[in-house]
């Protein structure tokens, strides 16, 4: 392999790192959206299941207090109605009982009044409740309208980012040959993006580790890509510009 054809790959593999970590900037700040995105959603969606929750237990509530205000009224009748047979009641055993009678009925009509103030005291407080939670969940709703609009647009960008740069990503490797290619990948995934380091001063500036002379030296040959014995990453130098 010609110095001219090692310098082209070493030029390659350097843009195609660039690039990679490019993307992965791009992909990390997507994600960070993403998750603002789902986090917000999940607020909304946190205070709606309270608001909903609510007007459930306000409508239960509420059909409980019908109820009791139908039993009230029901029972109010029958007290008119005895009340309306005292008259014409002929023995003292029968009008006791129906005294009897209205005064059970009045005080039964007591309990279900009690019943039915502390219903709507009940109803009041959820009330009050839903109240404060449809304020949070219009103010979540209203901020998150706008944000979404925004981060809907930016993400647009970056996939527009990503589709440009993934593009340019697929040229440049195909041009690299398929081994030094495989390094290349497999270096990135196990090497946290760095793959192509730089050698300067007899070291790898990947692990720091100082290289054999030799193989540092024939760095400068440029004959073939070589790898750091230590790391494995692929290896380059900046040649001083001649005068």
């Known amino acids: ?9 070493i030029q390659l593999l350097k843009e195609l790192q660039e690039l990679d970590q490019d993307l992965n900037k791009t992909r990390q700040e997507r994600q960070i959206l993403e998750t603002e995105q789902a986090e917000q959603q999940a607020a909304i969606d946190r205070v709606q299941a309270m608001v909903d929750s609510l007007t459930a237990d306000i409508e239960a509530l509420q059909a409980e207090r019908r109820e009791l205000a139908l039993a009230l009224t029901q029972e109010k009748d029958a007290v008119e109605k005895a ?4 008259p014409g009641i002929k023995t003292q055993k029968e009008y006791v009982a129906v005294l009897k009678e209205i005064d059970t009925a009045k005080k039964q009509n007591k309990d279900i009044q009690e019943k039915i103030d502390a219903k709507e005291g009940e109803i009041e407080a959820l009330e009050r409740d839903k109240e404060e939670k449809d304020g949070e969940l219009a103010a979540l709703n209203e901020k998150g309208s706008e944000r979404t ?4 647009e930016a993400l647009a960008g970056f996939d527009r980012t990503l589709s440009e740069e993934g593009k340019k990503h697929e040229a440049l490797l195909k041009e690299l040959p398929t081994p030094i290619r495989k390094r290349y990948q497999l270096l990135l995934d196990r090497r946290g ?9 007899g070291a790898c500036l990947g692990c720091n580790m100082h290289l054999p002379p030799q193989l540092f030296n024939s760095l400068f040959l440029a004959q073939e890509v070589q790898t750091c014995p230590h790391c494995n990453r ?6 001083e510009p001649v005068s």
């Open 1 to 9: 392999m010609g110095e001219k054809k090692v310098q082209e790959k």
């Open 83 to 86: 009340e309306g047979r005292l």
């Open 193 to 201: 993006g760095v793959a192509v380091v730089e050698a300067r001063n």
């Open 149 to 152: 609009a925004e981060i809907s």
């Open 234 to 239: 692929l290896l380059y130098v900046e040649k």
